[in-house]
């Protein structure tokens, strides 16, 4: 294809890529050139057990088609190993794709600390040290592509994922401010929430989701956001089934109350479609424009004149 998407002399790691979504990444970015460290601890589904089987098998796979790859059998825990495996055989590193996860679903009465820290440890941990690992290295050479994975669980909550949405909020979290601390080294950071069949969903979805949804239909949107021709970061993208979308934060009119009386509870009661509705809207995107209205009241000052102005620092007693 002439104007196909390519990264030769690119390096990438890959976490998880023994099954699922991970396999599917590194498959594609290897043939399109990229160098691949396949990393995967090889454990189960709910974080036991160990095996090189995984991601030797993927690695396999590249090769047989003509790509290059590493095993690195890891855990993501061990983040900075696994860049050192990148370094040692091939000497750099541009892509880090933090994909690799394990589920430990029980609603939260019956939740146990150890089902809520291994989760942490494995998503949020883990994502953060491969990136810390990764990150000098891309800020030095002045060129990274970081993606982190979250999930619908996170976004939106799901019943018996606490812990797990948690983990993955986190994640959108420290995507949001690494994008911001990247982008003058051209280290560009952006996460996604996949829906796919994979034997992390094949428990819940039904058989005939599980086929249709093929986890190759999320690649091709880590490989856009990891080539070096995308200026996108700090985004948050839908992605499954063939369809691609990001998301935003979308605000509320909101309303204001003056400051220097007293805000009553009635006030908050009265005008609470402009607080909750949203029937006009904005979209904050930074955080100066998220403090705006509350800056701009703050500057307006003390409300002048008339039986409502209190002195509010007096009437709560400082
Ligand atoms: P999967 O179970 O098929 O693959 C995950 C891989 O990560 C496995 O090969 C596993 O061995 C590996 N892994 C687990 N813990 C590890 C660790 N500590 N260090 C290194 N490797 C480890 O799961 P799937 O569905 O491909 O999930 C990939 C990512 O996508 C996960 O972060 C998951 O939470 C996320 N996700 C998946 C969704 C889906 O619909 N499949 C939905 C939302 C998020």
Known sequence: MANELRFDGRVAIVTGAGNGLGRAHALLLASRGAKVVVNDLGGGRHGGGTSSEAADKVVAEIKAAGGEAVANYDSV????????SALDAFGRIDIVVNNAGILRDVTFHKMTEEDWELIYRVHVLGSFRVTHAAWPHMRDQGYGRIIFTSSAAGIYGNFGQANYSMAKLGIVGLSNTLALEGKKKNVLVNTIAPLAGSRLTETVLPKELIDALKPEYVSPLVAYLCHESSSETGGLFEVGGGFFAKLRWERA????????????????QKDWNKVAGFDTTTHPAEINQSMGPVMANVQAGPAKGGNEFIDVDQALGY
């Open 77 to 84: 825990e061990q983040g900075s190993r696994i860049v050192q």
């Open 253 to 268: 009119e909101g309303k204001t109350v003056r400051l220097g009386r007293g805000i009553k509870v009635e006030d908050l």
